[in-house]
């Protein structure tokens, strides 16, 4: 069964948590939480820690205790291959993306953070040494902070270290045990805040920019240990004594359980992460779509646009080059206002597309939804307007000619812009 097939077929999302104790990464439904299967076939994964997606959207899983990382196909999410084997890294725990081809890859066991390249998966450089003396058991959250530097947590040094990963300075952010922090976990930002799993003191501790103790936004929570942003507004944490995953609001804490207590035999649920579904692709093959714009001048409630134009040579996506694109006069069009919300439009083209030409016409035109240009038109009396700027808005030809239109922007008193989304001439 595909990925995509996986849970209910109305929610866009699976939620991926790992089960350290049961060596696997469970996956659940992303949207009511109920177990669906497990990741990996045994003997795959020994310890899963951190999850992230690399530059192909396939699934990357940190594998701690058998010092790897591993890939699942992002389509089927069964195809397993080690991407980075034993020998570079002695338990690799934490993972924080740098761009799209680059993370940064952090051990345990070492305290040893490397940048890594994931097209080639090779290490690039080492931004902070092995047994550097400086932290002690860095954990599954690492975070990139927005002064550009990593906050690191040390599980075993209960402290956090502020590392710069363009030369590998460091800096102490929270002393160890200051303000009694206990085992950091996961470090999380919430604008400049920070936001930390502190295992040891069974609860989530609120940073400031600077190290200050804020709060403890949550507490208790036994087995605090992974967090990631699950949209601006909630946070999911995951307890590997509860073993569960809740959905904590940002505003004032309260929260929910997206996966409920050992659910699907989850035992030391460390990190979560949310896949979003890819949509299933469709073949389409009578694409005949055409976009013409000009600028247009205003006189009365008349639009008059002498220079229509249409581009060629484009490409979709990665494949677009904007050397290709030829631009070619298409005509001329004119839309000329009944009242608000309804004019009749007029065209003449002098192109022709594979010796079938664009034509002479018109037809009526209607506001298709209202604006706040179409509701201040309707205060006023339509014949007495000198603001010109109702004009804006979409339109279109009613049902009979539902899946085109025009667009109109209103630039001001003299001008607009029009867009006209319609198609080729028939072959």
């Not at 439904?29 to 192909?56: E, K, M, T, V, W």
């Not at 690191?152 to 030369?167: E, F, M, R, T, W």
Request: glycine residues 10%; negative net charge; charged residues 15%.
């Amino acid at each position: 069964m595909s990925a995509q097939q996986l849970g209910d077929p109305n929610c866009d999302s699976l939620l991926l948590v790992s089960s350290w104790s049961r060596d696997n990464v469970k996956i659940y439904d992303g949207c009511d939480g109920s177990y669906l299967r497990d990741l990996a076939n045994p003997g795959i994964l020994d310890g899963p820690q951190a999850i992230f997606q690399d530059h192909n959207g396939d699934v990357i899983v940190v594998s701690e205790s058998n010092h790897r990382l591993v890939r699942f196909d992002q389509e089927t999410l069964t195809e397993a291959t080690t991407v980075v084997p034993p020998g570079l890294m002695e338990n690799p725990i934490t993972v924080v993306k740098k761009d799209d081809q680059h993370i940064f890859l952090a051990s345990y066991s070492s305290n040893e953070i490397i940048e890594m390249n994931t097209v080639s998966w090779e290490k690039t450089r080492t931004i902070l040494p092995a047994n550097n003396g400086q932290i002690m058991g860095i954990d599954i959250g690492m975070a990139m902070g927005p002064d550009g530097h990593l906050y690191v947590p040390g599980y075993d040094s209960d402290s956090i270290l502020k590392v710069n990963p363009d030369n590998g300075a460091t800096q102490s952010f929270v002393a160890s045990g200051s303000e009694g922090l206990d085992r950091p976990r996961s470090i999380l930002f919430n604008g400049n805040e920070l936001l930390v799993t502190a295992w040891g003191n069974q609860a989530i501790f609120n940073y400031s920019s600077t190290g200050q103790l804020l709060g403890t936004p949550v507490t208790p929570l036994p087995g605090a240990a992974g967090m990631i942003m699950d949209g601006p507004e909630h946070i999911l944490v995951t307890s590997d004594t509860f073993n569960l995953v809740r959905r904590y609001q940002l505003n004032d804490f309260s929260f929910e359980n997206v996966v409920g207590n050992s659910s699907g035999g989850l035992v030391g649920a460390t990190y979560v992460y949310r896949l979003n579904k890819q949509p299933s692709i469709s073949d389409v093959t009578d694409i005949r779509q055409a976009w013409m714009i000009g600028v247009g001048t205003i006189d009365g409630q008349r639009i008059t646009v002498t220079e229509m134009a249409i581009n060629t040579g484009g490409q979709f996506g990665a494949d677009f080059d904007p050397h290709a694109i030829s631009r070619h006069l298409w005509g001329q069009l004119t839309i000329d206002f009944m009242d608000c919300h309804h004019a009749e439009m007029s065209y003449a083209s002098a192109l022709s597309h594979n010796q079938h030409a664009f034509g002479a016409g018109g037809y009526l035109l209607q506001r298709v939804v209202m604006n706040q240009a179409g509701l201040n038109c309707d205060q006023d009396h339509f014949a007495d307007l000198t603001d010109k700027s109702y004009m804006s808005g979409t339109f279109y030809g009613g049902q009979h000619r539902d899946g085109e239109g025009f667009s109109i922007d209103y630039l001001n008193e003299n001008q607009v812009i029009v867009t006209w989304f319609t198609y080729l001439p028939a072959d």
